[in-house]
């Protein structure tokens, strides 16, 4: 049985997840925008009580939920539609340059397309903090015309925890806007969106043991009424900003995922710190020349509880890769591997590691399903296969 230790790129769906959706895959078929008649009634209600859960598991009002098919929907939803309001034809925007692809796309899109785009640099390895964003240097590139800024809260490959809500609070003053992109968080640390300082954030269902092709876009509404333009046109449904049918079980699952991921997260976060220090502790001591990439495992407020990525001198990370997976082990390369030419990682880059040791990454991401013997058998299999690729 595969091991799977790449909860970064998905998640397990959770059975319980799992029973939730299935009557709305089934006899309760309704269309959730058909009110004149009971199966669409009903279907509204459950929408309902998703969003009701999912506003409950990011500290928000349910009016501020727009449902969407992912995180990447929500991520060209929030700068796209912010960017489209009138007045911003010219304006400028920052994003991190260790953001995820579906942010730094959208900002080179805007750039080619009249924006002023700032990609803001991390804290390089060696400092008290790889891959940080410094609070002071955003606030010092911040401009007069600045419309909105987009922060990773939880990085996907070095797990590093951004400081989002010191730099709301400066950008928050000038009049920005601030877009979270929280795919990472939910189930893995505490999200509200309050103490966070995010006017606008993204979320993704199967990053948290829910279904694929479903997310959701936080946007204020209290105290500040964030305006954002739709990118589609339609039914209206979703205040006009996100037209088109509800997929119902997506979004129940979606639901569900959240409530379970809030209520298990104090039993969680401490099971799975110790399981990922443990593989951390025993990848180390049984691989020569194993280095750790990102922010230290020591303070749970710098870096995801779930997340290791380490670096191992001398060996590819592709073939390790190859190997590994040939022994029913699932993690991947921080690099992305555009088939024969592996491209090295834009974040540990960024973090400043050369191309090498950038290739030779291995991440880890932890789950609600992983097992101290998941670990174990990680470990030997991982340490197996260096020893082939050495030898
Ligand atoms: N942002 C981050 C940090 C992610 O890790 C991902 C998923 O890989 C996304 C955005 C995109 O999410 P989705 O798959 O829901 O479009």
């Known amino acids: 049985?595969?091991?799977?230790?790449?909860?970064?790129?998905?998640?397990?769906?959770?059975?319980?997840?799992?029973?939730?959706?299935?009557?709305?895959?089934?006899?309760?078929?309704?269309?959730?925008?058909?009110?004149?008649?009971?199966?669409?009634?009903?279907?509204?209600?459950?929408?309902?009580?998703?969003?009701?859960?999912?506003?409950?598991?990011?500290?928000?009002?349910?009016?501020?939920?727009?449902?969407?098919?992912?995180?990447?929907?929500?991520?060209?939803?929030?700068?796209?539609?912010?960017?489209?309001r009138p007045g911003r034809a010219n304006g400028h925007l920052m994003v991190g340059t260790t953001d995820?692809?579906?942010?730094?796309?959208?900002?080179?899109?805007?750039?080619?397309?009249?924006?002023?785009?700032?990609?803001?640099?991390?804290?390089?390895?060696?400092?008290?903090?790889?891959?940080?964003?410094?609070?002071?240097?955003?606030?010092?590139?911040?401009?007069?015309?600045?419309?909105?800024?987009?922060?990773?809260?939880?990085?996907?490959?070095?797990?590093?925890?951004?400081?989002?809500?010191?730099?709301?609070?400066?950008?928050?003053?000038s009049g920005a806007i601030v877009h979270l992109d929280c795919s990472q968080a939910i189930g893995r640390m505490p999200v509200d969106v309050d103490a966070l300082g995010?006017?606008?954030a993204s979320f993704s269902g199967h990053k948290f043991h829910g279904p694929k092709g479903v997310g959701a876009l936080y946007v204020r509404r209290r105290s500040k009424a964030v305006r954002?333009?739709?990118?589609?046109?339609?039914?209206?449904?979703?205040?006009?900003l996100r037209s088109g049918t509800l997929n119902v079980a997506?979004?129940?699952?979606?639901?569900?995922?959240?409530?379970?991921a809030v209520q298990e997260l104090a039993e969680e976060v401490p099971r799975v710190e110790a399981l990922r220090n443990w593989l951390?502790?025993?990848?180390?001591?049984?691989?020569?020349?194993?280095?750790?990439?990102?922010?230290?495992?020591?303070n749970s407020s710098l870096r995801?509880?779930?997340?290791?990525?380490?670096?191992?001198?001398?060996?590819?990370?592709?073939?390790?890769?190859a190997t590994v997976e040939a022994s029913g082990l699932a993690i991947s390369s921080g690099s992305a591997c555009a088939s024969a030419s592996p491209r090295p990682s834009h974040v540990l880059r960024a973090i400043g590691l050369n191309d090498d040791?950038?290739?030779?990454?291995?991440r880890f991401g932890l789950s609600r399903f992983t097992t101290k013997e998941d670990c174990e058998k990680a470990v030997e299999r991982i340490v197996d296969g260096i020893k082939k690729i050495r030898s």
């Open 280 to 298: 951390w502790e025993h990848l180390n001591n049984s691989i020569e020349g194993v280095s750790l990439n990102g922010p230290p495992l020591t």
């Open 228 to 240: 954002i333009e739709p990118l589609q046109y339609g039914g209206g449904q979703e205040r006009g």
């Open 304 to 321: 995801l509880i779930n997340n290791l990525n380490v670096s191992v001198s001398g060996v590819d990370g592709g073939s390790l890769l």
């Open 198 to 200: 995010a006017d606008l």
């Open 100 to 173: 995820h692809q579906a942010v730094l796309d959208v900002a080179d899109h805007l750039g080619r397309n009249g924006r002023q785009v700032t990609y803001v640099d991390v804290a390089p390895q060696g400092t008290a903090c790889p891959g940080a964003i410094d609070p002071q240097m955003f606030s010092d590139l911040l401009q007069s015309d600045t419309f909105l800024v987009s922060l990773l809260l939880a990085n996907n490959e070095i797990g590093v925890i951004h400081p989002t809500a010191v730099i709301a609070n400066v950008v928050c003053k």
């Open 250 to 260: 997506a979004i129940v699952g979606m639901g569900a995922a959240a409530e379970l």
């Open 1 to 84: 049985m595969t091991i799977y230790l790449d909860n970064h790129s998905t998640t397990r769906i959770d059975p319980r997840v799992l029973d939730a959706m299935m009557p709305w895959l089934t006899e309760d078929y309704g269309n959730a925008g058909s009110v004149t008649h009971e199966l669409g009634r009903r279907a509204r209600e459950a929408v309902d009580h998703a969003r009701s859960q999912m506003a409950l598991a990011i500290g928000a009002e349910p009016r501020e939920v727009i449902f969407t098919s992912g995180a990447t929907e929500s991520i060209n939803l929030a700068i796209i539609g912010s960017a489209m």
């Open 357 to 362: 040791a950038a290739r030779s990454s291995l």
